[in-house]
C-alpha cells in the first residue's frame, strides 16, 4: 500500500469536547463548556498551564463549536471589536506590547459589552510578565489551570485515539509508548499516528516491535 493510500486512510483527529480526557481537569472542563454556552456570569475566561495539557485542543474545539477562528499569537488581533464579539486567543505570553495594548483594549470594549473573552497562557496572570493593566484584566475573570495527565488517563487518550484511527491498543503498548517516547500527549498521540501509518503500509498489527522500529528510526535521522 503505497504512503500517499495510506495517508489518504488516516481519520483526522477533530477537536470536540468529548475527545479531550479531562483527568483532574473537570471543573474548568465544565466551566469551559459554561462559557461556551454562553452563561451570562462566565463571559472571560482564563485557562493556563504548562505545553502539553491540552489548551490549544480546547481552544479549537471551542472555536469549531462557535464557528470563531482562534487567534494565536503571533498572529495580530483584529483592529477593533464589536461590544458583543467572542474572542479567543490562544498563548498571550507571545502578544508583543503592541498587541498586549490591543488586548487590553479589547477587553474593555468587551465587558462594557455583552461580548466574551477566552485566553490561554502557560501561566497564572500575574505571572506573565505582560503589562501590568492587561494582567491585572486577565485576572478579573475565572482563572483555572490545566493540569497533566496521569499516566492512566494518558493511556485512556492513546487508546482513545487509536479507536479513532481504527485499531484497538493493548495495554501492552500503551506502557511502551508512556515508558519510551515524549510524555506530552499531543507528541504522543503524534507518534501513534506516525506508528499506525506503519502499520497500514506495512500491514502489520500495532505491536511493540513496530513501536520501537518507528522510534529507532526516528532517532536515527
Known amino acids: 500500500m503505497s504512503q500517499q493510500m495510506v495517508?489518504?486512510?488516516?481519520?483526522?483527529a477533530?477537536?470536540?469536547f468529548e475527545g479531550y480526557v479531562a483527568g483532574d481537569?473537570?471543573?474548568?472542563?465544565?466551566?469551559?463548556?459554561?462559557?461556551?454556552?454562553?452563561?451570562?456570569?462566565?463571559?472571560?475566561?482564563?485557562?493556563?498551564g504548562e505545553a502539553g495539557v491540552g489548551k490549544s485542543y480546547l481552544l479549537d474545539a471551542t472555536a469549531a463549536r462557535l464557528e470563531v477562528a482562534v487567534i494565536a499569537p503571533p498572529a495580530?488581533?483584529?483592529?477593533?471589536?464589536?461590544?458583543?464579539?467572542?474572542?479567543?486567543?490562544?498563548?498571550?505570553?507571545?502578544?508583543?506590547?503592541?498587541?498586549?495594548i490591543r488586548l487590553f483594549d479589547h477587553y474593555n470594549t468587551l465587558r462594557e459589552g455583552t461580548g466574551?473573552?477566552?485566553?490561554?497562557?502557560?501561566?497564572?496572570?500575574?505571572?506573565?510578565?505582560?503589562?501590568?493593566d492587561l494582567t491585572t484584566r486577565l485576572g478579573w475573570g475565572l482563572v483555572y489551570q490545566l493540569r497533566a495527565l496521569s499516566d492512566g488517563d494518558k493511556a485512556a487518550a492513546l487508546r482513545?485515539?487509536?479507536?479513532?484511527?481504527g485499531f484497538e491498543l493493548s495495554d501492552e503498548v500503551a506502557?511502551?509508548?508512556?515508558r519510551h517516547a515524549v510524555r506530552d500527549l499531543p507528541s504522543l498521540n503524534a507518534l501513534l499516528e506516525r506508528v499506525?501509518?506503519?502499520?497500514?503500509?506495512?500491514?502489520?498489527?500495532?505491536?511493540?516491535?513496530?513501536?520501537r522500529e518507528v522510534l529507532l528510526s526516528e532517532r536515527s535521522l
Open 116 to 132: 466574551r473573552l477566552l485566553a490561554t497562557g502557560s501561566k497564572p496572570p500575574m505571572l506573565l510578565g505582560l503589562r501590568d
Open 7 to 12: 495517508l489518504d486512510l488516516q481519520l483526522p
Open 160 to 165: 482513545r485515539r487509536a479507536f479513532g484511527l
Open 14 to 16: 477533530v477537536p470536540s
Open 25 to 48: 481537569n473537570a471543573e474548568p472542563l465544565f466551566m469551559l463548556g459554561e462559557w461556551v454556552a454562553g452563561a451570562d456570569d462566565i463571559r472571560f475566561l482564563y485557562l493556563w
Open 196 to 211: 499506525n501509518i506503519e502499520a497500514l503500509s506495512q500491514r502489520r498489527a500495532v505491536t511493540v516491535p513496530l513501536v
Open 76 to 100: 495580530p488581533l483584529p483592529t477593533s471589536l464589536p461590544h458583543d464579539a467572542v474572542l479567543i486567543v490562544d498563548g498571550v505570553d507571545a502578544l508583543d506590547p503592541d498587541e498586549q
Open 175 to 178: 506502557d511502551y509508548l508512556l
